[in-house]
Antibody, heavy 119, light 109 residues
Framework: QVQVVQSGAEVKKPGASVKVSCKTS????????IHWVRQAPGQGLEWMGR????????KNTQNFHGRVTMTSDTSSSTAYMELSNLKSDDTAVYFC????????????WGQGTLVTVSS | EIVLTQSPGTLSLSPGERANLSCRSS???????LAWYQQKPGQAPRLLIR???TRAPGIPGRFSGSGSGTDFTLTIHRLEPEDFAVYYC??????????FGQGTRLEIK
């Protein structure tokens, strides 16, 4: 069965970087895009970007002004999202999610990784 | 940028009642590009409906999606206690590629 497991919670200082991992299993890793979505405390869902594990191609929203880097490792079926120059309003739960086979939706989600940015 | 507006913000109903949750888009959306999710506290979102109408595997038949163009609806036909949660619609567009509505909180009356 499909499983998506993310790395644990992180506490970072402003200006630092954080790298969240998303390990998948139970399907062909290169056959589905992986997306990243974040949720600030008490807020809604914000799409950040996606990676094609087949070729490493990425697309992301302009909202992060080049601070987001998404990568993948096909040998371990793991995707990564690194967010740099952290600010206090980057405090959020970060989810990775697999894009469904027919596209345009997210069918399997990781459990979420809480990133807290605090001095 | 396509903006999705969900209404109402909060819906108070009793188990056994029917819930109609609205998702209105600022531009016409291709039905294939519209999905609905359920999120409970401390959990990841769960896919309910994809392509505006198609239930995801394992989703009970009391959940149904309808609509087209700029107006879409998620209906829960007979509410069960486990259905009280926050619901989000999501669409695929251009820039950004994906957007979510702000959510509807379904609470027990």
């Amino acid at each position: 069965q499909v499983q998506v497991v993310q790395s644990g919670a992180e506490v970072k200082k402003p200006g630092a970087s954080v790298k969240v991992s998303c390990k998948t299993s139970g399907y062909t890793f290169t056959g589905h895009y992986i997306h990243w979505v974040r949720q600030a405390p008490g807020q809604g869902l914000e799409w950040m970007g996606r990676i094609n594990p087949n070729d490493g191609g990425t697309k992301n929203t302009q909202n992060f002004h080049g601070r987001v880097t998404m990568t993948s490792d096909t040998s371990s079926s793991t995707a990564y999202m690194e967010l740099s120059n952290l600010k206090s309003d980057d405090t959020a739960v970060y989810f990775c999610a697999r894009e469904g086979g027919s596209g345009f939706h997210f069918d399997y989600w990781g459990q979420g990784t809480l990133v807290t940015v605090s001095s | 940028e396509i903006v999705l507006t969900q209404s109402p913000g909060t819906l108070s109903l009793s188990p056994g009642e029917r819930a109609n949750l609205s998702c209105r888009s600022s531009q016409s959306v291709i039905s294939s590009y519209l999905a609905w999710y359920q999120q409970k506290p401390g959990q990841a979102p769960r896919l309910l409906i994809r392509g505006a109408y198609t239930r995801a595997p394992g989703i009970p038949g009391r959940f149904s999606g309808s609509g087209s163009g700029t107006d879409f609806t998620l209906t829960i036909h007979r509410l069960e206690p486990e259905d009280f949660a926050v619901y989000y619609c999501q669409q695929f567009g251009t820039s950004p590629l994906y957007t979510f509505g702000q959510g509807t909180r379904l609470e027990i009356k």
